[in-house]
């Protein structure tokens, strides 16, 4: 049975989910003197999964004390609540619920925007005070405006699309976006300058970076047009707040809308706080009850599917693919870990390493594949836990340059996959794998030997002089220790031979060194695949 904790007031939905798999015990802890790490590292050693909003910090002290914690989910988008490295280099699954409350935090941007263009929050303050101020509450037109978006992903995209509806001139900067795709979107893509100078509201959509902290501060400020207008439901240490107070004052920025800060809840005594042309809400981007329900059912569902399939959707610390690719991949998934744990186990040390990808399977998301061989290939040689999410980093860890390059070219196989050892003295330096029937994998060949070996179990490799009576020197000498032989592949090049021979248990040494002794025999090493 997993265990999986919920925290910080998530939707009850997640924990039916959850619960309705009958292999997951849930925990809800709603108690915000756990959220601080310290609290949280003390409490957090049994579970296997962990579901959290933006209340909970996540760091490298929490990880160190869950040496059972296989995945955490984020009902939202953003994860910088989340050390992503140290879950990473531990293994742990970080994923996200993008999507779910995209619409939500879009319609607040755009809400804020119009409750700035319009003074309603400073006109129902007044009307409350017994005041009836037309004249100073006197706002500007939507209609014909232009809409500076800084950040064109899900949410930057949404607002995009609301504003042309409203009749508005919408021009965005993201170094990610291509002018194509902005154009098919009708957004005109700018430089961050020139969205600066041209906008008469600034709407920021980016991630937490560290590019992006203080990205809006007395320069970028100062550069923006006379009178132009700042929303930010972002985060909050996208903005100076004591910059913007003072850019507001002078007037040169007519009034901004803050949804987050860089500390929340913020000190009350923050000059921003009290400037009648900058309105506030906290932190209410993604709070409705439709966006709460969406993304703890998208989380909870994420990560039954790991838990119990293993299968990952929305990580952003490993290659996500939707379920219909992942099934396509899964074979290949299956074959390269043990290409992996192949090859690793007859070299025995770190190289660097070329992987191709040739036929059918080019045309998938390879990522994922290349992560499990590097799973299989640094299982082989460190007592470090591998799995698909920590590989590629122990693999950069340990020095390990990794070459993966794609060829769509006919070959005899529909897909191959070629593990190619650079700067390997053992043989062989390359293995070639492929799937047949979309889901059986094969070994096809070994250094410059063509084969057909199924990669299972324990296997004894033999590399040997292609003369006559090897083959029954193996059988002879396997049936006297009662090893039984399931398979055995041979494939030939000039006078050398390679021989793949799978056995229902392991070999003694004894066995192995009595195979060596016969003249011919140039190595002889077993392998387990599992």
Not at 284 to 308: C, F, H, K
Not at 461 to 476: A, F, L, R, S, Y
Request: proline content about 5%.
């Amino acid at each position: 049975m997993f265990r999986v904790m919920i925290r910080d007031n998530m939707s009850p939905v997640a924990k039916e989910i959850l619960e309705a798999t009958g292999k997951i015990a849930v925990v809800v802890d709603n108690d915000k003197a756990t959220s601080d790490p310290e609290a949280l590292s003390k409490i957090i050693r049994e579970f296997d999964g962990l579901a959290v909003r933006s209340g909970t910090r996540v760091t490298e002290a929490v990880l160190e004390n869950a040496p059972r914690l296989k995945v955490i989910g984020r009902a939202g988008i953003g994860v910088d609540n989340i050390d992503q490295q140290a879950a990473t280099k531990k293994g742990i699954v970080v994923m996200n619920a993008p999507g779910g409350n995209t619409v939500t935090t879009a319609e607040h941007a755009l809400s804020m925007m119009f409750a700035l263009a319009r003074n309603i929050p400073q006109a129902t303050a007044s009307l409350r005070e017994g005041k009836w101020e037309k004249k100073q509450l006197t706002g500007v037109e939507i209609t014909g405006k232009t809409l500076g978006i800084v950040g064109l992903g899900h949410i930057g995209r949404v607002v995009a699309d609301r504003a042309l509806g409203l009749k508005m001139k919408v021009v965005a900067a993201d170094p990610f976006v291509s002018r194509e795709a902005a154009g098919k979107m009708g957004v005109r893509l700018a430089g961050f300058d020139e969205l600066l100078a041209q906008s008469d509201f600034i709407t920021l959509h980016v991630p937490r970076l560290k590019e992006t902290e203080n990205l809006i501060n007395a320069d970028t400020l100062a550069r923006m047009k006379p009178g132009a207008r700042l929303i930010n439901c972002s985060r909050g240490e996208v903005v100076n707040l004591d910059d913007l107070y003072d850019a507001v004052s002078s007037g040169h920025i007519a009034g901004a809308a803050l949804d987050v800060f860089p500390k929340e809840p913020p000190d009350p005594g923050l000059a921003v706080l009290s400037h009648p042309n900058i309105i506030f809400t906290p932190h209410l981007g993604a709070s409705t009850s439709e966006a709460q329900v969406n993304v703890a059912r998208m989380i909870a569902e994420q990560m039954a599917a790991y838990l119990l399939d293993g299968v990952i959707t929305n990580a952003v610390n490993f290659p996500s693919v939707s379920m219909e690719e992942m099934a396509r991949l899964r074979p290949h998934l299956t074959l390269a870990e043990k290409m992996g744990s192949l090859i690793g186990q007859l070299v025995g040390a770190v190289h660097d390493i070329t992987i191709t990808y040739s036929g059918e399977i080019a045309k998938l998301s390879t990522r994922p594949v290349t992560h499990a061989l590097l799973k299989g290939l640094l299982g082989a040689y460190t007592d470090t836990p591998i799995n698909y999410v920590n590989a590629r980093a122990i693999a950069q860890d340990k020095g390990m340059r990794i070459r993966e390059t794609t060829d769509q070219s006919p070959e005899d196989f529909s897909s191959i996959i070629k593990l190619r050892i650079e700067g390997a003295n053992a043989s062989p330096d390359e293995i070639w794998g492929t799937v047949y029937e979309k889901k059986y994998p094969r070994l096809v060949r070994m250094g410059d030997v063509y084969l057909d070996a199924i990669p299972d179990g324990s296997m004894i490799v033999i590399e040997n002089i292609d003369k006559p009576g090897v083959i029954g020197h193996v059988g002879t000498t396997l049936g006297r220790h009662k090893v039984n032989i399931g398979r055995f592949q041979l494939g030939r090049q000039d006078d050398r031979a390679v021989c793949l021979v799978n056995i229902d248990s392991p070999a003694s040494e004894q066995a192995l060194d009595e195979i060596r002794a016969l003249p011919v025999i140039l190595s002889v090493r077993q392998v387990h695949l599992g």
